[in-house]
């Protein structure tokens, strides 16, 4: 299986650009989670969802918005970058046991 | 927004040793979870933990459920190389109808052979 999957890996954005982050899991997991990580900083949620057609604001969801149609996708859109939106993205999936699979992250970079 | 203190933020040490880490909270919680994650990689779940003094293993690897559900430890036995890489502690604090994991800053490890 290949567990959770994010595209792109990597990517350099300007100011102002809008840009989708994809995600996608073959697990059947109901949660997915989109997070933030700065250095030093640990992880930070900005979106998740319990089921298709459900989302809700993490901890930083300012300049981000998602949506979950499917079970399987939950993409994150940044409609406006910045430069305080440069930072490693992390999609996750779970099922009601909350063990988080990560995927393998994308590095986006604002300037 | 909940909070997890874990510590220490680095640690330095030599091919053999043992390490312990840990992680606090002020509020109680109902899950506990460890990870690893590796440079250029997402988290990868090590161990989980689910009710109070709960002690589990996973290879050199043993985590504890804190007694008062405020905290959470990991230990791990004889360390190589390949343990190098930034361990993270996560919990989940209301009984799982938030579906939201909290996470610590993380504990580097580096490892010298």
């Known amino acids: 299986n290949a567990g959770v999957t994010q595209t792109p890996k990597f990517r350099i954005l300007k100011i102002g650009q809008s840009m989708t982050l994809q995600c996608t899991q073959d697990?059947?997991?109901?949660?997915m989670y989109w997070y933030r990580q700065d250095p030093g900083m640990g992880l930070k949620l900005i979106y998740y969802s319990v089921g298709a057609g459900i989302t809700d604001k993490g901890e930083v969801p300012n300049g981000y918005n998602v949506s979950r149609s499917t079970t399987e996708d939950f993409p994150l859109r940044l409609e406006l970058a910045a430069p305080s939106q440069t930072s490693v993205y992390f999609c996750?999936?779970?099922?009601?046991?909350?063990?988080?699979?990560f995927g393998q992250g994308t590095r986006l970079t604002v300037v | 927004g909940q909070q997890l203190n874990q510590s220490p933020q680095s640690m330095f040490i030599q091919e053999g040793e043992d390490v312990s880490m840990n992680c606090t909270s002020s509020?109680?919680?109902?899950?506990w979870l460890w990870y690893k994650q590796e440079p250029g990689e997402g988290p990868v779940l090590l161990i989980a933990l689910y009710k109070a003094g709960e002690l589990t293993s996973n290879g050199r690897l043993t985590a504890q459920f804190g007694i008062t559900r405020k905290d959470s430890f990991l230990n791990i036995s004889a360390s190589i190389p390949s343990d190098v890489g930034i361990y993270f502690c996560a919990g989940e604090n209301s009984g799982g109808s938030n579906y939201k994991l909290t996470f610590g800053k993380g504990t580097l490890l580096t490892v010298n052979p």
């Open positions: 697990m059947n997991h109901n949660y």
């Open positions: 509020s109680i919680f109902n899950t």
């Open positions: 996750a999936s779970s099922s009601r046991r909350l063990e988080a699979f």
